[in-house]
């Protein structure tokens, strides 16, 4: 059964710094696209950041780059968003999510959109509040 765990969210206060892991199971990265995406409760799910099946495409929405890194490792099957210098407004539900796809996140520099993703995890709360 293909299946995605996000864990790593917490509290933490503005300025502070949190690493948030994708783990796979029942299949495995390498021919995936990995998609980060957030949501507040009544808005709409947004991208935060994607990396492509090969690792050499990424790309972030503006409100996060500088701040925010995704990286992977397909030796643990395993996608990372480090994310440093938190602010009140990155509060929210992150998800990872996975599309079977080497061209997603491939030159792009728009954010990923979530109806390319096909395989979603099922969250983990981040909260950055003083």
């Known amino acids: 059964q293909l299946r995605l765990v996000e864990s790593g969210g917490g509290s933490v206060q503005p300025g502070g710094s949190l690493r948030l892991s994708c783990a796979a199971s029942?299949?495995?990265?390498?021919?995936?696209?990995i998609g980060w995406f957030r949501q507040v409760p009544g808005k709409v799910r947004e991208g935060v950041s994607c990396?492509?099946?090969?690792?050499?495409?990424?790309s972030y929405r503006d409100s996060v780059k500088g701040r925010f890194t995704i990286s992977r490792d397909n030796t643990k099957n395993t996608v990372y968003l480090q994310m440093n210098s938190l602010k009140p407004e990155d509060t929210a539900v992150y998800y990872c999510?996975?599309?079977?796809?080497?061209?997603?996140?491939?030159?792009?520099?728009?954010?990923?959109?979530?109806?390319?993703?096909?395989?979603w995890g099922q969250g983990t709360q981040v909260t950055v509040s003083s």
């Open positions: 990396i492509s099946a090969s690792g050499y495409g990424t």
């Open positions: 029942g299949f495995t990265l390498d021919e995936y696209a």
């Open positions: 999510a996975a599309v079977r796809s080497r061209p997603v996140c491939v030159l792009t520099s728009d954010p990923p959109v979530p109806g390319q993703y096909n395989y």
